[in-house]
């Protein structure tokens, strides 16, 4: 486990996932994922990917089961094929160069790449891989996420630059397309830190029995299955009135943003892993 002051401090997604391990739990690393991809959900067109975002919720939760996601498994298999196949359309239809169209088309297969990845972590050992391109093998659905990101950051950064009719300036357009890029990779790796931060909490959380009055308790069983994320100050104030003291907890709580299903708050008082 990563030392509290360091896991404060890391800004490395990957990292934070390789020092956990084994210590997350399957649903923890699912939500995780899943926040990640919804980062890029803007990039999900297909209602077949949307669609297996919400599976792999429910699957996390508990509400369906591992036969479920096999059933799904062809949809999404068909959607990371359509999702290749208009990239490569896009990449035809510019004959090949680089152009925003293709950036843009890259983006959306990646992010339905992210999909695909989470939903095998999901369905692992119950269903054939949706996604077994070779590139795309062994990265995480967060790796995909932050490269979707990444790409479409490239598209508009070249949709911004317009030169002179039958000019070209591919040079400029990858200097643009690079720094933009890497500004997109970044930003998005730091707020895949601050989810995985959400979920995991700190490495010492506090023991929360002595809390768990029945107002605390209705409160957070309330705020889970509803997602009323922005009632977590109210819960703080219950948890306060029930003798907790913990300033992490508290402040966690109070914070206005940020909060996703998985929040080490809530799970921690509700006994989830």
């Keep these: 486990m990563i030392p509290e002051i360091e896991w404060a401090e890391c800004l490395e997604p990957g990292r934070m996932l390789e020092a956990l391990g084994s210590t997350l739990s399957l649903r923890k690393k699912l939500l995780f ?21 919400t599976l792999v919720e429910r699957f996390a939760d508990g509400q369906i089961g591992p036969d479920d996601l096999a ?26 160069s680089t152009h925003p ?67 070209v300036r591919v040079s400029r357009y990858h200097r643009l397309g690079a720094t933009a890029g890497r500004w997109a990779l970044w930003s998005e790796e730091e707020a895949q ?38 009632v977590l100050p109210v819960l703080a104030d219950a948890l306060e009135e029930a003798g907790c003291i913990d300033a992490r907890l508290l402040a966690h709580c109070r914070e206005r943003l940020g909060h996703i299903r998985g929040c080490w708050v809530i799970d921690l008082l509700l006994g989830r892993v």
Excluded: M, N
């Excluded at 990646?110 to 692992?124: G, I, N, R, T």
């Excluded at 931060?197 to 889970?224: F, H, K, M, N, Q």
């Design 33 to 53: 994922g899943l926040a990640c991809c919804r980062r890029v959900g803007f990039l999900l067109t297909d209602e077949r990917a949307s669609r297996a975002l």
């Design 71 to 96: 059933a799904a498994q062809p949809k999404v298999r068909a959607a990371v094929e359509d999702a290749s196949f208009e990239r490569w359309r896009a990449e035809a239809d510019t004959d090949f």
């Design 101 to 167: 169209a293709d950036s843009a088309a890259a983006a959306v297969e990646v992010a339905v790449y992210a999909v695909a990845a989470l939903f095998d972590e999901s369905a692992s050992g119950h269903a054939p891989r949706t996604l077994d391109f070779e590139w795309a093998v062994g990265r995480t659905p967060h790796e995909h996420a932050a490269s979707a990101a990444r790409l479409w950051a490239e598209a508009l950064s070249w949709r911004a630059y317009s030169p002179r009719q039958g000019e």
């Design 193 to 230: 830190v601050r989810l995985l931060r959400e979920v995991v909490g700190p490495p010492d959380r506090p023991a929360v029995s002595a809390w768990l009055s029945e107002p605390v308790v209705g409160l957070t069983r309330a705020i889970y299955s509803k997602g009323g994320w922005g």
